[in-house]
């Protein structure tokens, strides 16, 4: 076990400092966590159009006619109530392209916002290009196609936000711009200096899309990167061997000392961010909603943060007889509730703990795998709401799904998963009791010669 704890760090600290300090993939990281306030905007408007309860089950009185109110206001005005999130869901790829790009511009020094503004306007003209559209009075329109404009088009919004900033880097570097005079104010100067990045970068997308459709009038450059990005990226997040093998990679990352979610979170969030898109989709046009492998992993920070950590906490807190181990029950039994589980990782510790990855990386697995099958059993709703934030326990699942039934799965999983913690504690709790008695006859016998003396 020292030997394959050897390995892992080894092999996984330079690959998990290189992803924290390569520049891009840091750009994308930010990126989309800037996206989390408005995912958050659009997930309460949701929640606010999807009682979790239905006109049915109010109407058969009890208790839950309490909700009668919330039920008939989300069906008079439910397509209002959409609008906040149609316009954050909606237009997560213009938030990405912005975001990303303003992010690598700041690591290279440049104008942060002038990129980011380049970026987004790029991306609109390659993901929704408005066009002219005659209309049956005789008028003509302007129209966009908002296809890509939201989790669809985040393949798209990368590469666009990629592209544009390294564009706009080699024509600074090389001195492709129009120069002005020193004595002209650095704003204007500024603005000046990016008409030639900006008129290439035009010319590379619109461009583009424009040689593609020529050859393909059915095929768009947006569908073209979804294509070559999104497919194999798919293959590796949404197919059970995938999602399966991301898990594993998280939670081992985890076990090093690294935070395995964000390490892994350029590669998986596009994906991850079209299913969940689509899926409320679905529960807003009052459809089922489809469970597919990239949501295998949505039950492996439930209970406690990541690893489900929660039920550990548990067996520390009443069951521990090591000082060490009570102390840090009690320490961290209120952050582990409220889903914090750096306390806990870093505390135990579990990051290179031999004993206690085992349980760790077994217990997240047999999350994801329970909540799987109850999912796909029709047992409980899936999560489908993307609602960022440390939300205690019970809360935060119910909260992204409106299924009261998911409470009941989390308590069963608490015990579930104290089994499966509980052999590794007591060897845990045994040796630390073991060494805390030793240090403690060291100290008397110490004290004995220090009389004696």
Request: a neutral charge.
């Amino acid at each position: 076990m020292e030997k394959f704890m050897k390995f892992l760090n080894e092999k996984l600290t330079p690959l998990a400092n290189f992803f924290g300090r390569q520049r891009h993939l840091l750009a994308m990281q930010r990126g989309f966590m800037a996206m989390i306030s408005f995912i958050f905007i659009g997930a309460v408007f949701m929640i606010i159009a999807n009682p979790p309860v239905t006109a049915d089950m109010v109407a058969n009185g009890g208790i839950l006619s309490i909700f009668s109110g919330w039920v008939n206001f989300a069906a008079k005005y439910k397509m209002v109530i959409l609008i906040p999130f149609n316009m954050t869901m909606g237009m997560l790829g213009v938030i990405a392209a912005f975001a990303i790009a303003y992010n690598l511009a700041s690591s290279y020094k440049m104008s942060a916002m002038s990129s980011a503004l380049t970026s987004a306007i790029i991306f609109m003209l390659t993901a929704a290009p408005a066009g002219y559209y005659a209309l049956a009075d005789g008028s003509v329109a302007s129209m966009m196609k908002t296809t890509y404009l939201g989790s669809q088009g985040l393949f798209t919004a990368i590469v666009v936000a990629i592209v544009t900033v390294e564009v706009t880097r080699f024509c600074l570097s090389h001195h492709l711009t129009i120069r002005l005079p020193e004595s002209v104010p650095p704003f204007i100067s500024e603005t000046f200096s990016l008409i030639i990045p900006g008129v290439l970068n035009t010319i590379i997308f619109f461009g583009g899309n424009l040689l593609i459709q020529a050859y393909d009038p059915t095929m768009t450059l947006p569908a073209l990167i979804e294509f070559v990005l999104g497919k194999p990226l798919g293959g590796l997040c949404n197919t059970w061997p995938g999602a399966i093998a991301l898990c594993i990679i998280s939670s081992l990352f985890w076990c090093c000392g690294l935070h395995g979610t964000m390490i892994l979170m350029p590669f998986t969030t596009a994906i991850g961010m079209q299913v969940a898109t689509r899926n409320m989709e679905l529960v807003a046009a009052g459809k089922d909603i489809i469970f597919q492998p990239a949501m295998f992993g949505d039950a492996g920070n439930l209970l406690g943060g990541a690893g489900n950590t929660f039920s550990f906490v548990l067996l520390c807190l009443l069951l521990a007889h090591s000082k060490q181990l009570k102390a840090f029950g009690k320490a961290t039994i209120i952050p582990s509730f409220c889903r914090i589980s750096e306390p806990v990782l870093y505390g135990a510790p579990i990051a290179f703990n031999p004993i206690l990855m085992i349980p760790f990386i077994v217990g997240t697995l047999l999350s994801n795998a329970l909540y799987t099958i109850c999912c796909m059993t029709g047992l409980i709703t899936p999560i489908y709401l993307q609602v960022a934030g440390t939300f205690p326990i019970f809360i935060n699942s119910f909260i992204k799904c409106l299924d009261f039934r998911i409470i009941i799965f989390e308590i069963v999983l608490i015990a579930i998963l104290a089994v499966v913690w509980y052999p590794f504690f007591k060897i845990y709790d045994s040796q630390l009791g073991t060494k805390e008695k030793m240090k403690e006859e060291e100290i008397d016998s110490n004290n004995i010669e220090e009389s004696i003396a």
